[in-house]
């Protein structure tokens, strides 16, 4: 068999950048000297994680149009024709067997090139409401590869592969490492820890929130829970400034957890924004959560796939302009009612896809003319783990809008 080669594209946020590399490394798993190339936006955050993750990347001068009326608006249209150019380019050179778009700005203009020139091609969609430009590529692309029911309205029904939304393996091996956890945060194992995350960039509401209602978490309450706080870069000197002379001691505070494994594994509550690769690793992990969508995405996605959990019970749907007043007082009660921490657990796990790295390769392999033979949830994480074992920052929490 002649050594097959992909394309993958997208990125933006860790939300796409986690699932991509995941992908990839289960790739890898199958075809050890498979040929892949990462195709991203110059300047995001892909420049960084992909190589990181050991991979090539190239990257485009693609961005996202402004909402308002603006002049960049015409800068932005001009970039995107030049990156649909140097996609053609990059795939005549490359000469991929399948192109799998993850969502961000690079995916458009590869898929939009490979399915141009007749090159089998695949989306990976993960959320439950698809933004414009999926919806526009998914009549050309062969595959759509979705995590939610009812992606008809959106996409062919007979394109669609229910498979779910990858996540980094790392995190299905988490479960047997609580006692390394709580010595890495210095927790006491006996008490309830609340994680409070808004990916490494930080989210600003779910941070002024728990800032704003701090002596509800470390005075009243501090016999009753701990909590890690990653604060993103953006605010934990603002965050640091304002508890410098507060006595706290039942709480972390950093502004990445490199070891998000381990922060998992004793979080009893998670406090997150609701992007798609945030709300698959809850659902993996079977973690109680209270989800804040944030406002700043395209068609208020995030909320849609909020309300999909909300409605199976399965978490806590808490709107940004109402988390100030909310946030913590909900996750006071619901931390300490152990009722609804069981029926967030047990109810997550509908929306949980194991496999769904493996089942979107299979398709992968399909369209390439490639045989495909499942391997073992454990093999494909072995792989992943020699992959980033000396590059630590593949761990860390997703970075999702802010």
């Not at 050179?93 to 090159?119: E, M, N, Q, R």
């Not at 959106?154 to 995190?171: E, S, Y």
């Not at 210095?186 to 409070?196: E, G, R, Y």
Request: aromatic share 6%; net charge positive.
């Amino acid at each position: 068999m002649k050594q097959p080669r992909f394309i993958i594209s997208g990125g933006g946020t860790g939300g796409h950048i986690f699932p991509a590399i995941s992908i990839a490394n289960t790739i890898k798993a199958h075809v050890p000297d498979a040929e892949i190339l990462f195709v991203g936006a110059e300047n995001r955050m892909e420049m960084e994680k992909v190589p990181a993750a050991g991979y090539k990347i190239t990257g485009l001068p693609v961005s996202g149009l402004k909402r308002s009326l603006s002049p960049e608006n015409i800068k932005v249209v001009i970039n995107l024709f030049r990156s649909i150019r140097m996609a053609k380019k990059i795939i005549a050179d490359f000469k991929p067997d399948a192109v799998i778009g993850v969502g961000g700005y690079a995916s458009a203009p590869v898929l939009y090139a490979a399915a141009k020139k007749g090159i089998p091609t695949l989306i990976q969609e993960q959320n439950s409401y698809a933004g414009v430009t999926n919806k526009i590529l998914g009549k050309k692309v062969d595959k759509v590869c979705v995590a939610y029911d009812g992606m008809e309205k959106f996409f062919p029904a007979a394109k669609i592969v229910k498979t779910g939304n990858p996540v980094r393996q790392q995190l299905a091996l988490s479960s047997d490492k609580r006692d390394e956890a709580y010595g890495y945060f210095n927790f006491d194992p006996s008490k309830k820890t609340l994680l409070v995350v808004g990916g490494s960039l930080g989210a600003r509401t779910i941070n002024q929130s728990v800032l704003r209602k701090i002596d509800l978490l470390y005075k009243n309450h501090a016999a009753d829970m701990q909590v890690i706080w990653q604060t993103g870069k953006f605010y934990i000197d603002e965050i640091r400034e304002a508890v410098k002379n507060l006595d706290i001691k039942n709480m972390y505070i950093t502004d990445f957890v490199s070891r998000m494994d381990l922060a998992y594994c004793i979080a009893d509550l998670v406090i997150s924004r609701a992007g798609a690769s945030s709300i698959s690793e809850l659902s993996l992990l079977g973690k109680a959560s209270i989800l804040v969508p944030s406002p700043n995405v395209a068609e208020d996605h995030q909320t849609k796939n909020a309300l999909a959990l909300k409605n199976r019970n399965a978490a806590e749907l808490i709107p940004d302009r109402e988390a100030r007043d909310r946030l913590v007082q909900e996750s006071i009660r619901i931390v300490n009612n152990e009722a609804i921490l069981s029926e967030y657990r047990r109810n997550i796990k509908y929306f949980s896809r194991p496999d769904a790295a493996e089942d979107i390769v299979s398709e992968v392999f399909a369209l390439a003319g490639i045989e495909f033979v499942k391997k073992k949830k454990h093999e494909t994480a072995k792989h992943a783990a020699h992959k980033t074992e000396k590059k630590n920052d593949t761990h860390g929490s997703i970075a999702e809008e802010r």
